[in-house]
């Protein structure tokens, strides 16, 4: 016997999950949508993501190219794109880590909170 009166309401709480999983499904398209950038070099190198992780775009100012030193240019890219990989993390905790409490706090499977 559950105090307070009576069972749980079966039907409610079947219509709060499919609420809970319409919900998320629609912050991770729109984390699929949004774009977060990064950047190295004091800007020389900008990388643009989506919320999910996805590399779009990557932008190089020609001062950051030297022919003798590619092994700069690369170290900026991966940084400006470790950079903008950190910041769609960012946007995914605050997109979907409510969703994540309210199923139950234990977060999510394959997401990185």
């Known amino acids: 016997m559950i105090p307070g009166g009576g069972q749980p309401n079966m039907q409610q709480l079947l219509q709060q999950a499919q609420k809970m999983q319409q919900d998320l499904a629609e ?3 729109e984390l699929a949508r949004t774009e977060v950038d990064g950047q190295a ?3 020389l190198v900008r990388a643009t993501v989506t919320g999910s992780g996805e590399l779009r775009a990557l932008k190089i100012d020609p ?3 030297d022919p003798e030193d590619t ?3 690369a170290d900026l890219i991966v940084a400006a794109v470790q950079a903008a990989n950190e910041n769609a993390q960012t946007l995914q905790q ?3 880590g409510p969703l ?3 199923l139950g706090g234990g977060g999510i499977p394959g997401l990185p909170f």
């Open 63 to 65: 001062k950051a190219v």
């Open 71 to 73: 092994e700069t240019l």
């Open 100 to 102: 994540a409490q309210g």
């Open 27 to 29: 912050a991770q398209e």
């Open 41 to 43: 070099g004091g800007g």
């Open 94 to 96: 605050q997109k979907l």
